[in-house]
């Protein structure tokens, strides 16, 4: 220990605390900013560059004009007021700064002297409230005055008059030139200079020692160069493998272009809440502000289903004494990264915000778009880059608001703002004794109801997470009391079950009421419910004698012929189940079913008898025309149970492998019940058959109509697979409802059915998209949507689709039916937020066929259920419930992909594709052909000629980020369906070509005209690179923002043309932007290119510079 060490360990406490604090005071004296002499060219602080930048991307948008307004009521001094607005600007350089470039560089260009924009208006209207009305309406047009950031004063004011004492103060500053702290410290300022004047004393405000380009200035020397580096450094390993888009349920599709279009919602803390959020505070020695943001990103992630969460932070960058009395913008936007992996507590989390919070703090000099730079990440006019959420605690002076003879009255914000949003949703938490929250949300995206839930939902998990910290965030309630019960409302579906508890008995009751009606046609012949009845009693007590029991499968290897019903109806009623065989299927997958379903008996037809799928103990012949005797007038005795197997259906698996659905008969009847109410068939009424037996559906169209006294119109598989043989089938049958797949429903479309308004026409199977339901409306009387998986008999909701915008919605649950949308962590989602659909009630299956393990995977206990044994079944699927009641499923959760680190929804894709002229269907599939090569690809079928690739490509660009327009377009006579009709997407062919880039290897093509070979050198000289083809994009070689200027300043230099930032973002490849530079070329080309020249050649050079000074505001040309 040296002599000093010595010396210091033998001070008192106080004494060392003392030595500390002056050895502290001496060390920001010799790092404290000083006034710098003024260069030619002052840079840009790093927020400056920032607001530069994003003004420059989109030119006139006013998202980030701040206005400041003030009710003043009283005798007002207007030649004061306007006297105190000047000397603001006087005062303080940032507000008569104005942004030139030099070669693409941007630099402050500080006026001398500026006249201050002052303009009076006078509001009109009948009365005191409409002329107030009128005074806001004028505030707001004038705030949606843009900036031009190279001539104009960064503050103008607009003073109106709604009564001779009430006026409105209208102050619009630039964001470039001011923060929220510096708009508080000029109202501070008003006040005392307008109370001066007024009273006729000097007002005395303290020196202003530094200005804005001082800081500029200090920041180009101590932090330019290397001296950023260990900051960035820090950030670049904090924010590597960051999720870079946050997947917030939206009411609408991004936009391709922000368009910077907002509203605010505020709300109140309740004083309870906001002492225990204090208390909680500061027993975990963190700040307010660290709980509200442990707290947001709790809520982003239940949201999102992510647990990698960004949220940029804005903090207030004033974190040096000197800095406070400095007008400017010293706003930072900080990248704060959170993992809620390995499920924490909330306490954990507060913990984890806390470190990250402070470890930011300690490299907050680095702004974000240098972080930005550094990640390399790419850039899209549709959203912003890392985090498009935002979080700013606000804790700007307290302001005494006290004017001379007057009232002051200061608007909010959002009683004056026109609509903006900075990003998707930011959180402002002011730290005043009112701790209002106000949510700012993007208006493209988001509805004003599902802001205003989102926000209650806040506030209840912080209310659950401050009453118990060790709960697991993601068992943190969201949902209030009302929620919670709307949810519960949704779901009573309770409908008691007939005395009929089997399909036999249910059919037999109605053979009863109805037996000479018409129950089924095939072709010319017509079968009446007795004799259908009789035969079907006849083929059961041969099933009987073949040693058939109650419970037993069996299997149905019938063609579509009226034999296919009676084989169907006499398992049922001796007792078994049966286990669909198509015909046409491979034998080896028949005698896989045969195997599985371990069925000893095979009910099939004469012509197919002696070729059977495989070995079984007795083969049954059911023979419509066979002699009848006595035993066919009644069934055998003892049949099935409810709970007994009323069907095995065989869907296909992952593993290559069909796995067998066991459906119960009282699983059975609880659904045609159901839907014999809604949508509805009654008796009289006439259905047509046409969906294959191993269709789990084609139990609405062979045993429903049997259960209410319909007539069955069965159709032949030839018939239903050719469009204009079932158009004439369906014309001519009269029919008063039809079920079919979409694909279905487009074949008979394409062939010229026309329908009429009395068929009420079902859709089911796969997906509705509305352009097909807006063909179909027109059709017929009604249209239905029914959803729902062969694991809970075949429908679990349904919806009547009406005329309209928007995705066809799948509906509301069925009889004895519940639905649950939840998250990963199986907790219950409010309304609005995608999840999970999991089924429950009286429709589930028994479970897989020889398979426990998936039965128990997919089967699972219902955790929301009273009655013990209750089972939910996992569908896979996507949805939310809507906020009145009804659900939108939007996609599978395996088809919800992720690429190039975003994470894409197919069915989104698709959906706009679809709506491109002549589309008549639409799949994208991420294809990997190329080991790590992932790519989207887009498959679609045509009405006529096919459309060219460029066509959809610029369609889906005009409404889709980039990332989700698909590499490549194949154009297809029609898709591969599986056997139920669905699109197999397995059996979707690869591209010819997938070697190459996006675009098919198309990137390496050479440059074919003068632009183009201008471009490609000005790009390897700015990207460094050797090679460069006409399809490549800039930003995927490593270009950013201020590249893209300084590219944009040479192509000035070399063209004579000047393209706006926003160019490079809407033209990014080089062919794309070299086109751009050709067309602005053109319009200046020939005669008037020659004049122009002539004109300015002659112009001396004195007059040239003062044509330039006044076009440019009066400074100095740059």
Known sequence: MSEIDHRIAGLSPAKRELLRQIAARQRAAQNRIQARPRPERIPLTFGQR????????TPGMTAYNSPAALWLRGELNVPALRECVQALVDRHEALRTVYRTHDGEPHQHILEQLQAPWREARAHGDDADARSADALRLAREDIRVSFDLSRDAMLRALLIEAEPKSHLLVLTFHHIAIDGWSI???????YLLYNARVRGEQATLEELPLQIADIALWQDETLGGEGLQPQLDYWRERLTGAATTLDLPADRARPAAQSFRGALHRLQIPDALNQRIEAFARERNATLSMVFLAAYQALLSRYTGQDDITVAMGVAGRNRVELESVVGFFVNTLAM???LDGEPSFAELVERVRESVLGAMENADAPLDKVLETLRLPRSPSHTPLAQVMFFFQNYPAQDVELEGLTVDPLQLDELQPGNAQGDLSLFVSQDSRRELVLEYSTDLFDAVRIQRLAAHLLTLLDHAVAEPDARVSALRLMGADETAELARWNDTARELPAQRTLATLVQAQVERSPDAIALSFGARHIAYRELDRRANALAHQLRAAGVKAGELIGLYVDRTPEMLIGLLAILKAGGGYVPLDPTYPSDRLAYMLETSASRVLVTQRELAATPPAAVESVVIADADAELDASADAPPADGAGEDDLAYVIFTSGSTGKPKGVEIRNRSAVNLLRSVAREPGLAAGQTLCAISTLSFDIALFELVLPLTVGAHIVLVDRDTARDGIRLRRLVDEARLDVMQATP??????????????????????????????????????????????????????????????EGPILVGKPVDNTQIHIVDR??????????????????????????????????FIADPFAAAPGSRLYRTGDLAFWRYDGTLEVIGRIDHQIKLRGFRIELGEIESVLA?????????????????????????????????????????????????????????????????????????????????????????????????????VELWKQLLNVRRVGVR??????????????????????????????????????????????AVAREQIDGADLEALLASLEDLSDEEAAARLSQATGGGEPS
């Open 50 to 57: 920032r607001l530069w930048w994003l003004d420059r991307f």
């Open 184 to 190: 508080s410290k000029l109202l501070d300022e008003l």
């Open 337 to 339: 990264r959170t993992r």
């Open 743 to 804: 694909a279905t429903w487009r074949m008979l479309l394409e062939v010229g059915w026309r329908g009429n308004d009395a068929i009420k026409i079902i859709s089911t199977g796969e997906a509705l998209p509305r352009e097909l339901a807006d063909r179909l409306l027109p059709c017929c009387g009604e249209l239905w949507n029914l959803y729902g998986p062969t694991e809970t008999t075949v429908y679990s909701a349904l919806c009547r689709v009406l005329p309209g």
């Open 825 to 858: 962590n199986m907790q219950l989602l409010p309304a609005g937020v995608p999840g999970e659909l999991l089924i429950g009630g009286d429709g589930l299956a028994a479970g897989y066929r020889g398979r426990p393990d998936l039965t128990e995977e997919k």
């Open 915 to 1015: 709506q491109f002229a002549g589309v008549t269907q639409a799949v994208v599939h991420c294809r990997e052909d190329r080991p790590g090569d992932k790519r989207l690809v887009a498959y679609v079928t045509a009405d006529g000629a096919a459309p060219a690739a460029t066509a959809l490509r610029d369609h889906l660009r005009a409404a889709l980020p980039d990332y989700m327009v698909p590499s490549a377009f194949l154009m297809l006579e029609r898709f591969p369906l599986t056997p139920n009709g669905k699109v197999d997407r397995r059996a979707l062919p690869a591209p010819e070509d997938v070697a190459g880039g996006e675009d098919g290897g198309e990137d390496d093509i050479a440059p074919r005209t003068p632009e183009e070979e201008t471009m």
């Open 1032 to 1077: 490549d994009n800039f930003f995927d070689l490593g270009g950013h923002s201020l590249l893209a200027t300084r590219l944009l300043a040479r192509i000035d230099q070399h063209f004579g043309i000047e393209l706006p930032l926003r160019a490079m973002f809407e033209a990014p490849t080089l062919e794309q932007l070299a086109a751009r530079v």
